[in-house]
């Protein structure tokens, strides 16, 4: 009974103390009948150390704070709506029916307000922080199921041109982990990184396997075998998905995409909503055979 009050008082300075968006000011007030960040109550709650103190807030007041981690600010609407969709349902799923989870389980980070008036500054704080509220709430509850359980909402940041499927990559098929078409990504800023590796560093560098589309599995290095992810950490690849250049003295690593490439990704979702598309037509776009419920 005394841990329940003690959870109960913690929960009331919470509302007290956290501002307008968890810690991160929103509009600066707080209506008595809409409902908003401050107020919602889903039953489900994350579990948190902020600046030395443990605090326990709404999912979905949690989740607002998560969000920034991955976009930054300036991207449409349904973007964010669908990102939120994303981290509920990963949240929803390491929860596993619980009530409460904590932040620790979670992998994810939540930003405080104070970093992200330094990140966006006066001109935008407000504006992109509304977004955000509306994003979570707009979809409060919302999650993506495959034969009714919460799926593996990957995503990452820019493919190939296309997504990779699951099967491909670890042998293992998931039906909603496939490839699709992604192929404004081939457009985007970051989508090619390259590494230059001279000769005499790393004996002789070649690739011994890959996938059908790029994704690298045995690297040999100077008569020593890798697996990809090794290759990839060790020179800090953005990708798995790469090809090596002989340039007489050195090599020249070409890696495209940036992350996993399976799942949702983040540039071409973002194509995706500049041209209107909606965040339900993203996701179920991006998960072919998923359902998106509340």
């Known amino acids: 009974m005394k841990e329940k009050l003690i959870i109960i008082f913690a929960m009331l300075a919470l509302a007290i103390a956290i501002p307008y968006f968890g810690t991160m ?27 030395g103190t443990y605090t326990v807030m709404d999912v979905e007041t949690y989740l607002a704070g998560c969000l920034p981690a991955v976009l930054d600010g300036e991207e449409d609407p349904e973007l964010w709506k ?112 390259l590494e230059y590796v001279p000769k005499e560093q790393t004996g002789e560098l070649k690739i011994l396997e890959s996938t059908e589309h790029g994704y690298v599995k045995k690297v040999l290095k100077d008569g020593t075998e890798l697996t990809g992810e090794e290759m990839q950490e060790e020179y800090q690849l953005p990708s798995r998905n790469f090809y090596i250049e002989d340039m007489g003295d050195r090599y020249r690593i070409v890696c495209l995409g940036q992350g996993h490439g399976m799942g949702l990704s983040i540039y071409g979702a973002m194509q995706m909503t500049e041209e209107g598309k909606g965040y339900e037509e993203v996701l179920l776009y991006y998960y072919p055979g998923v359902q998106l419920i509340k």
């Open 82 to 193: 669908a990102l939120a969709v994303i981290e509920r349902t990963n949240i929803y799923k390491k929860m596993d029916g619980q009530g409460n989870i904590d932040e620790a389980d979670l992998g994810m980070r939540y930003i405080q307000a104070e970093e992200l008036q330094s990140r966006w500054g006066e001109k935008h704080y407000k504006s992109y922080c509304e977004k955000i509220e509306a994003a979570v709430l707009e979809t409060k509850g919302q999650i993506l199921t495959y034969d009714g359980e919460c799926i593996d909402a990957l995503y990452h940041r820019i493919s190939t041109g296309a997504t990779v499927s699951a099967e491909e990559l670890f042998g293992e098929p998931i039906p909603y982990l496939v490839s699709v078409i992604s192929s404004h990504d081939v457009e985007a800023k970051d989508y090619m990184y």
């Open 25 to 51: 000011v929103l509009t600066g007030t707080i209506g008595t009948e809409q409902e908003t960040l401050n107020n919602v109550d889903t039953g489900r709650t994350v579990s948190l150390e902020l600046d």
